[in-house]
């Protein structure tokens, strides 16, 4: 959590996101993974992130000059509908988007 720049009171959304990777991980030990005893099928990792990594998520405007994203950090993963949820510290705001450009290539260094 250190190198995310987040509050320390976001522990708790780093534990939800470990125990979902936790869940969906195979393992030597058991031949199939939790999610696949749970759902029946193989979970995919196309759309998992790391943890606390910047992006630019996708805004709804309201005026043509305002800026369309803005630079906000990943915190976890939604239970009722598909996306992220993210932290936009400018505005001190969580919410859920689906449009998202993950900036993992240099992260943690960059902010």
């Known amino acids: ?3 995310t720049e987040l509050p320390s009171s976001f522990w708790d959304y780093a534990l939800e996101t470990a125990t979902k990777l936790f869940n969906i991980a ?3 030990s058991v031949p199939q993974t939790p999610y696949e005893m749970w759902h029946g099928k ?3 990792y196309k759309y998992f992130g790391v943890w606390g990594s910047p ?3 996708k805004r709804l405007v309201g005026d043509k000059l305002d800026s369309r994203s ?3 950090r990943f915190i976890v ?3 009722e509908t598909t996306g992220y949820y993210f932290y936009d510290s400018t505005e001190q705001k969580i919410f859920v988007s689906r449009n998202a450009i993950f ?3 240099g992260f943690p260094s960059d902010s």
């Open 55 to 57: 992006a630019y998520v």
């Open 42 to 44: 193989t979970a995919s």
């Open 103 to 105: 900036l993992e290539k």
């Open 77 to 79: 993963y939604p239970k």
């Open 26 to 28: 195979p393992s030597k």
């Open 70 to 72: 803005s630079l906000c």
């Open 1 to 3: 959590m250190s190198f």
